[in-house]
């Protein structure tokens, strides 16, 4: 049976090569890594995270977390790797970085089905590849996939990574733990503000000097990374009912929830190192630290890493690409992660598990699935695929993206729960007749 390629180690690339190694087809991993990196990448391991270590919510009410059960149940070496490396996060799913992305190398690395090449692609092989090479495609790639999709097919934002602080250096007779509404365990270590705390810092934060980054414009950000100085243009009051906002978050000093709230959460296991949620920024490093130390809590922060800004190339696929991820033009070629217009890192495996599956299934000659848009991952390969979409940007899964439910539930929370449980009950049915 023929190879087939994979482009790319993230985690996209990463779950695309594991779903067909483990369904008996030859894959070959290719990762320009370590002989070279994008300036977002430090260490030499396959599914780096960069922008957090946050899978966020891990509840069947919100979709996110039906998606990452939805994976469980697909045998997913992503959602396997961060089960095993959790680190305690509240509701959510968050990860220690280095035993998460270390985990996936051996697993992969160690797979008789794959073999693992380390040289950087700048023209896609022949027979069937998947590029997983995800939003900073190197520019020769990107070029070569441009000309392969016969137009201008790209569009381009920026990411921006969050700053890191080690643990000791956080002033916690200004800093509480707790979690939101006291939801789960207190996982988070909250910074407050009292209001004219958090009027100096907006003030200094509005007009503090950016970074320049070559082609950047606020207009061309993501919501889902904007940086906190952009976000902070919007309004006085912006940050606070964004990442800032107090709401569910009392001191215990005072009884009462604070002006506003920076939210630290754990970057690693040991808790010795903590990230600052929301706060993904492309300050100059001497006006990060200056205007950052105006956080109470972090007015002699040790900043382990301050952020990166960072390019985010993903293509226009509705039209181009099929429910598969496979390109309509030339089906041998599929794309898997962020540069198909998902959004996220457990978006981007999943588009890589299910792009691994239907691609297995082919080779075997048996029919793909469609896993429809009652599960939350056949609904971001429709939304991706639906040409009906007049204005394609990225999307992270949400409900209502998903097919309706055909019957009125009251309450959004048990909405929801319905609509996980009819996932959950398609996909066994699924997996007990077809994978």
Not at 141 to 161: E, N, P, Q, T
């Amino acid at each position: 049976m023929e190879t087939v390629y994979v482009v790319g180690a993230g985690l996209a690339g990463s779950e695309a090569a594991w779903q067909l190694a483990e369904r008996d087809i030859n894959v070959e991993l290719i990762e320009m890594k370590p002989g070279k990196k994008t300036p977002a990448h430090a260490s030499d391991n396959f599914a780096e995270l960069v922008c957090s270590n946050s899978l966020r919510s891990n509840e069947l009410t919100n979709a996110v977390g039906l998606l990452k059960e939805e994976m469980r149940r697909l045998n997913s070496l992503i959602m396997r790797s961060a089960d095993a490396n959790r680190v305690e996060a509240g509701g959510a799913l968050a990860v220690d970085r280095n035993g998460f992305a270390e985990y996936i190398t051996s697993m992969l690395k160690n797979h008789p089905k794959i073999k693992c090449t380390s040289r950087e692609v700048t023209n896609l092989p022949d027979g069937i590849v998947i590029v997983a090479t995800g939003p900073l495609t190197s520019a020769p790639l990107a070029r070569h996939i441009a000309d392969v999709l016969k137009g201008d097919r790209f569009l381009s934002f920026y990411d921006a990574a969050a700053p890191i602080v080690t643990g000791e250096s956080i002033d916690m007779n200004s800093a509480f733990y707790a979690s939101r509404y006291d939801k789960g365990t207190a996982d988070y270590i909250n910074c407050p503000m009292d209001k004219e705390e958090y009027i100096s810092f907006y003030k200094e934060l509005i007009t503090a000097e950016e970074a320049e980054v070559h082609g950047f414009d606020d207009s061309g950000v993501f919501e889902g990374c904007m940086p906190v100085e952009v976000m902070a243009r919007r309004g006085e009051d912006t940050l606070r009912y964004g990442p800032l906002k107090p709401v569910g978050l009392k001191d215990p000093k005072t009884g009462r929830e604070p002006y506003a709230v920076v939210q630290l959460r754990k970057d690693n296991s040991e808790g010795t190192l903590f990230n600052l949620v929301g706060f993904q920024t492309h300050l100059k490093i001497g006006k990060k630290k200056r205007v950052f130390s105006m956080i109470p809590a972090l007015k002699n922060a040790e900043f382990v890493r301050y952020g990166v800004m960072h390019r985010n190339t993903y293509i226009q696929s509705p039209g181009i690409l099929d429910s598969c991820y496979r390109l309509k033009q030339d089906p041998r070629i599929r794309f898997a992660g962020q540069m198909t217009g998902v959004e996220g890192y457990v978006e981007s495996a999943a588009s890589g598990l299910l792009v691994g599956i239907e691609t297995a299934l082919e080779l075997h000659g048996k029919p793909t699935i469609d896993f429809t848009r009652i599960t939350a991952i056949g609904a971001l390969a429709h939304y991706i695929s639906n040409e009906t979409v007049s204005s394609f940007q990225p999307m992270n899964i949400n409900f209502g993206i998903m097919q309706p439910l055909d019957y009125k539930v009251k309450g959004k929370r048990n909405k929801n729960l319905e609509i996980s449980k009819r996932s959950l009950e398609f996909l066994d049915k699924i997996l007990s007749e077809k994978i």
